[in-house]
T-cell receptor, first 108, second 116 residues
Framework: GQNIDQPTEMTATEGAIVQINCTYQ??????LFWYQQHAGEAPTFLSY????GLEEKGRFSSFLSRSKGYSYLLLKELQMKDSASYLC?????????FGKGTMLLVSP | GAGVSQSPSNKVTEKGKDVELRCDPI?????LYWYRQRLGQGLEFLIY????????KSGLPSDRFSAERTGESVSTLTIQRTQQEDSAVYLC??????????????FGSGTQLSVL
């Protein structure tokens, strides 16, 4: 089975940098995903890592260490619109299992 | 269509009634998923369809839940004899990858189910 842990809540200020961590235990691994979900909306895809290392995409970067079962999402130059829930998801043999999400609140 | 479409967007029902939720995936997407999201919780996997393969039903919480998909198009999730604990947002997602799911999922806006 899959077990995914991420912090419940985080706060940060506009313009700052924040790192959201995710640890996982899995019986099969086919990639690590990050999704963003604004309140009342559907999740939207942010990033995908299948190999170790850092993937950078604009203000957002995602890191993966398969040996440690660890990933993080790095958000730079935070904006108010980045206030949302960030979901870590792990791909197993046939399903994508989501963590409970980290609620990020960005304040002025 | 341009995106994943779900209907209805909201459904209020009485305990014990049956409900049917519909999902229209993005045209050409072979993989289709149903997830459930209770208030303040993460996404709970329910069922996965991939082309003509047998669906992965390992996430269905009880035999009151069932889902069907016609070919690579519309899917319906049916909940029989609804209970209050079934109240949640039911999200459908599709992806294009024919061999797995290491493609990003495109989610619909969900159906908010409230069981009174």
């Amino acid at each position: 089975g899959q077990n995914i842990d991420q912090p419940t809540e985080m706060t940060a200020t506009e313009g700052a940098i924040v790192q959201i961590n995710c640890t996982y235990q899995t019986s099969g691994f086919n990639g690590l995903f990050w999704y963003q979900q604004h309140a009342g909306e559907a999740p939207t895809f942010l990033s995908y890592n299948v190999l170790d290392g850092l993937e950078e995409k604009g203000r957002f970067s995602s890191f993966l260490s398969r040996s440690k079962g660890y990933s993080y999402l790095l958000l730079k130059e935070l904006q108010m619109k980045d206030s949302a829930s960030y979901l870590c998801a792990v791909g197993g043999y046939s399903t994508l299992t989501f963590g409970k999400g980290t609620m990020l609140l960005v304040s002025p | 269509g341009a995106g994943v479409s779900q209907s209805p967007s909201n459904k209020v029902t009485e305990k014990g009634k049956d409900v049917e939720l519909r999902c229209d995936p993005i045209s050409g997407h072979t993989a289709l998923y149903w997830y459930r999201q209770r208030l303040g919780q993460g996404l709970e996997f329910l069922i996965y369809f991939q082309g003509n393969s047998a669906p992965d039903k390992s996430g269905l919480p009880s035999d009151r839940f069932s889902a069907e998909r016609t070919g690579e198009s519309v899917s319906t999730l049916t909940i029989q004899r609804t209970q209050q604990e079934d109240s949640a947002v039911y999200l459908c997602a599709s992806s294009a990858n024919p061999t797995g799911f290491n493609e990003k999922l495109f989610f619909g806006s969900g159906t908010q189910l409230s069981v009174l």
